[in-house]
């Protein structure tokens, strides 16, 4: 039983336009989502964050946006840049509980 | 600073070693994680401590022993483990714990890439 899903394995954009990245969620008890980026043999960055108490929190070039009636999140990225090619991992947790639970992740390629 | 320091950062053991990871966090964080890593993979829980105490075990086989020894240090302990075995190994803290509290980041150290024999 999945719970955090991203549907997308793979996705190339351009560099200097739009990057979305999407994620769904079927647990509603979820009220809190991360997105962390990585790259191979390192460890998951921290990107940004979102409460479900808002529905966009924007931090530089990325923003999330958290459709709650949807269970739905996106982060935006833009202008990307050949630095934003990583695999992007989606993850939720809900109040009380011990555990982040991660989507399988999305891999980015910015293309010149 | 949100520095979560991992050593070693590669380490190949044979079946029959005993080894043990490392893991440091000064952010005053009181939960600290253990993650195993596959290629193509999400982050896998292993164990969680919080406030220094075990609370969550993911049905790790006994061959993976972790150890709190302060609020500062977590240690993965290695014995008899197998060729499967090999992964990225992940610590990570956060202030609290993931459910709890205003802020509810993960912070990843950087890994130790392990590699059995």
């Known amino acids: 039983d999945q719970q955090v899903k991203q549907n997308s394995p793979s996705l190339s954009v351009q560099e200097g336009r739009i990057s979305i990245l999407n994620c769904d969620y079927t647990?509603?008890?979820?009220?809190?989502f991360l997105w962390y980026k990585k790259y191979p043999a390192e460890g998951p960055t921290f990107l940004i964050s979102?409460?479900?108490?808002?529905d966009k929190n924007e931090d530089g070039r990325f923003t999330v946006f958290l459709n709650k009636s949807a269970k739905h999140l996106s982060l935006h990225i833009v202008p990307s840049q050949p630095g934003d090619s990583a695999v992007y991992f989606c993850?939720?947790?809900?109040?009380?509980?011990?555990?982040?639970?991660f989507g399988q992740g999305t891999r980015l390629t910015i293309n010149p | 600073d949100t520095e979560v320091t991992q050593t070693p950062k590669h380490l190949v053991m044979g079946m029959t070693n005993k080894k043990s990871l490392k893991c440091e966090q000064h952010m005053g964080h009181r939960a600290m994680y253990w993650y195993k890593q596959k290629a193509k993979k999400p982050p896998e829980l292993m164990f969680v401590?919080?406030?220094?105490?075990?609370?969550i075990n993911e049905s790790v086989p006994s061959r993976f022993s972790p150890e709190c020894p302060n609020s500062s240090l977590l240690n993965l302990h290695l014995h008899a483990l197998q060729p499967e075995d090999s992964a990225l190994y992940l610590c990570?803290?956060?202030?609290?714990?993931?459910?709890?509290?205003?802020?509810?980041?993960?912070?990843f150290g950087e890994g130790s890439r392990l590699t059995v024999l």
């Open positions: 647990n509603s008890m979820f009220d809190y």
């Open positions: 990570a803290s956060s202030q609290v714990g993931v459910g709890t509290g205003i802020r509810r980041e993960l912070f």
């Open positions: 993850a939720a947790s809900a109040k009380g509980a011990q555990k982040l639970v």
């Open positions: 979102i409460s479900s108490i808002k």
């Open positions: 401590y919080s406030y220094e105490k075990l609370s």
